[in-house]
């Protein structure tokens, strides 16, 4: 499995980006993706998640309501729709998917994901 992320880039407060994470393989149905991210010199802190179905969804408590995630299994793609930036959501973003049996499970935890992306840049500049 792999996973390309992509849509990040520079913006100012405010302003919206949509993240994409595509994800090879003919089991995608059969991931729960998350999002996380990580600013210089932090760890890596989940973002959002969703599980298999699309019907669970999971967010970090400062993205919620601004943020949204969604998933389109026929694609192959996992979506983080991002509004309202601030400068504190600059940082590298990362996809990650791990399989599961349970359709309506979102995984939270970092360790628990088995495939990861390279990452986007995300700037919010002030």
């Known amino acids: 499995v792999q996973l390309q992320a992509s849509g990040g880039g520079l913006v100012q407060a405010g302003g919206s980006l949509r993240l994409s994470c595509a994800v090879s393989g003919r089991t995608f149905s059969s991931y729960a993706v998350g999002w996380f991210r990580q600013a210089p010199g932090k760890e890596r802190l989940f973002v959002a998640g969703?599980?298999?179905?699309?019907?669970?969804?999971s967010y970090e408590e400062s993205v919620k309501g601004r943020f949204t995630i969604s998933r389109d299994n026929a694609k192959n793609t996992v979506y983080l729709q991002m509004n309202s930036l601030k400068p504190e959501d600059t940082a590298v973003y990362y996809c990650?998917?791990?399989?599961?049996?349970?359709?309506?499970?979102?995984?939270?935890?970092?360790?628990?994901?088995?495939?990861w992306g390279q990452g986007t840049q995300v700037t919010v500049s002030s």
């Open positions: 969703i599980s298999r179905s699309g019907g669970s969804t």
């Open positions: 990650a998917a791990a399989p599961i049996i349970n359709t309506l499970v979102v995984i939270t935890r970092l360790t628990t994901y088995t495939y």
